[in-house]
């Protein structure tokens, strides 16, 4: 990857400027960030340890660490729940959109914007409808499920939704277009002579994709599983709409915290703990896998 | 029987391909049909063909005040995030300086934090400072989090351009502005462009930051989540499938556009 990169910034021509300019590019958008993202995160970190003034909605700095604690064990079954669910629903959309990235790279000739542009053309249709559309389909009232009773593959008393099984292919749905897009990416660079070249040396079909196509693919692997894996971590909707009571993530338990029993500190204290289990979990995997440079 | 496997061996990618678009596409189709649906308040079975949702899509109360809310919150994000990420594309793409790395981060960390954590830490933000969650903090929301998206597409789109062509501008004595203003943007447009169709849809479908802080301000997907429990109107359908083809129709005539450009040059 280093070395891919040296390449790429002496054929791309970076300017080795000294001037003020690329600091006045950068100066807009990075101090909108530092006030925006960077400020607030620090907010969320000061809000976690205060402690309730007596006023509702009042809050005084106190250091009090125990807020993590007492969050983390108020909902543990949330907490491994997100990451569990997460974690089914991004090998899911890795399994539904590889070959459809495969597909869109190698095989689809002039059609290959188009198909693009299908991809990411349900986005466009709010995401709530499509996943309200579901839950009309996968329900009670919807054609799925009678037929699947109809022919008994599923017993009467069995619901397609309101379970965990809804909660996670539900994930899996809404966030396949981030899986697909870089998956596509890093295949489209792939020259398919290297493919050919592996033909002609006796590699069969499977030998091929294992040895040359997956592992030249890997950069759009990585940041696919992570642009589904993040949100997907962090989502209610889809457990709020598709699933029951005893399906909800961590995400609802923030949600309800902040608007429902507004208790700001620990709904704080449980949105840092769940940014840093993800940018810990985001850390390891990138050195496993490889790719520093996903920017 | 024999040919069907060996045209299926052969064909296995595209029939899985095919599988996989009408999967993506089932919840669309659906929620179309249902746009049609002569429902009364709730839009759960159906009940027959009607056209009087299409006549009539500001029909359910508040329903195109949240789109009218949404249009304005989409468009003002994209322009402002478009041009802070534009420009910080081109110093990533072109320049070479002290503090990139700590750049690409920061850029990098909004796309790695959950929205849940984005729209929690602004709320707090604004909370702590006395600001009432609203029309104006749910903009400077939707801003932030776009700006990372235009800058990685742009940014690629900077990176995939052949310098020669710079070179060959300056070669010509162009002097530095007259190779950007007549070159470079015209190469980066497309990027710029995709970047902003990119965040205005990012920001017209966001629920979990908007719900945050947007307090008594109803955009679209909140109007279709606060509806959802006592029955969406058909005409949240009408509206989610105008969007769908109307994006269409800007996405392909914006193909059609640079392919007429192509060949001209």
């Given amino acids: 990857m280093a070395a891919i990169k040296g390449i790429s910034v002496k054929s791309f021509g970076l300017k080795d400027n000294r001037s003020a300019l690329p600091y006045l590019l950068l100066a807009p958008g990075l101090i909108y960030l530092a006030l925006f993202f960077v400020y607030p995160i620090i907010a969320l970190g000061q809000m976690s340890t205060k402690t309730s003034s007596g006023e509702i909605g009042q809050y005084e700095q106190s250091f009090r660490f125990a807020n993590y604690v007492d969050a983390f064990l108020g909902s543990k079954e949330q907490f491994s729940r997100s990451f569990i669910y997460a974690t089914i629903a991004t090998l899911l959309a890795l399994a539904i959109a590889y070959p459809l990235a495969y597909a869109i790279a190698f095989k689809s000739g002039k059609w290959k914007n188009v198909l693009l542009v299908l991809i990411v053309a349900p986005f466009f249709t709010s995401f709530l409808l499509r996943t309200i559309a579901w839950k009309q389909i996968l329900g009670e009232e919807g054609p799925v499920i009678k037929v699947l009773r109809g022919v008994h593959i599923i017993s009467p008393q069995t619901s397609l939704t309101a379970t965990s099984f809804a909660v996670v292919t539900g994930l899996a749905y809404n966030f396949l277009p981030f899986m697909t897009l870089p998956l596509y990416a890093s295949l489209e660079r792939i020259d398919p002579r290297t493919l050919e070249a592996s033909g002609d040396l006796y590699a069969n079909v499977f030998t091929t994709f294992r040895k040359v196509t997956l592992p030249l693919s890997m950069p759009g692997v990585v940041a696919g599983t992570l642009l589904t894996f993040i949100p997907a971590a962090g989502d209610y909707i889809n457990a709020a709409i598709l699933g029951s009571p005893s399906n909800k993530m961590l995400g609802n338990v923030i949600d309800a915290r902040f608007f429902k029993i507004v208790d700001y500190p620990t709904a704080a204290a449980l949105s840092f703990t769940l940014m840093a289990a993800i940018l810990i979990l985001v850390t390891v995997y990138i050195r496993k896998a490889g790719t520093e440079e996903l920017v | ?265």
């Fill in chain 2, 1 to 265: 029987m024999k040919k069907l496997t060996r045209w299926l061996s052969k064909n296995l990618i595209k029939v899985y391909a095919f599988l996989g678009f009408t999967y993506l596409f089932i919840p669309v189709f659906y929620t179309f049909a249902f746009s049609f649906n002569d429902s009364g308040r709730s839009n759960l079975v159906w009940k027959g063909f009607t056209l009087k949702n299409w006549k009539n899509p500001c029909g359910a109360p508040d329903i195109c005040m949240a789109l009218g809310n949404s249009l304005k919150i989409g468009l003002i994000s994209t322009i402002l995030a478009t041009i802070l990420g534009t420009l910080i594309a081109f110093a990533l793409g072109r320049y070479k300086f002290a503090g990139r790395s700590t750049t690409n981060l920061l850029i990098f960390l909004p796309m790695a934090t959950p929205e849940i954590v984005l729209g929690a830490s602004l709320l707090t933000m604004f909370l702590n400072l006395g600001i009432t969650p609203g029309l104006v903090p749910t903009i400077i929301a939707h801003v932030m989090f776009c700006i990372s998206f235009v800058v990685v597409t742009v940014k690629a789109r900077i990176a995939s351009l052949d310098p020669r062509l710079e070179q060959a501008a300056m070669d010509l004595y162009a002097n530095e502005w007259q190779t950007f203003r007549r070159v470079t943007l015209p190469l980066v447009a497309p990027g710029i462009a995709a970047a902003a169709l990119l965040s205005f849809s990012l920001s017209f479908d966001d629920f979990i930051i908007t719900n945050f802080n947007s307090g008594t301000v109803t955009t679209f997907p909140k109007f279709v989540y606060t509806a959802a429990a006592r029955g969406i109107p058909a005409q949240a359908n009408v509206i989610g499938s105008s969007m769908f083809f109307i994006a269409l129709i800007v996405v392909i005539a914006g193909q059609i556009l640079s392919n007429k450009r192509k060949a001209k040059i």
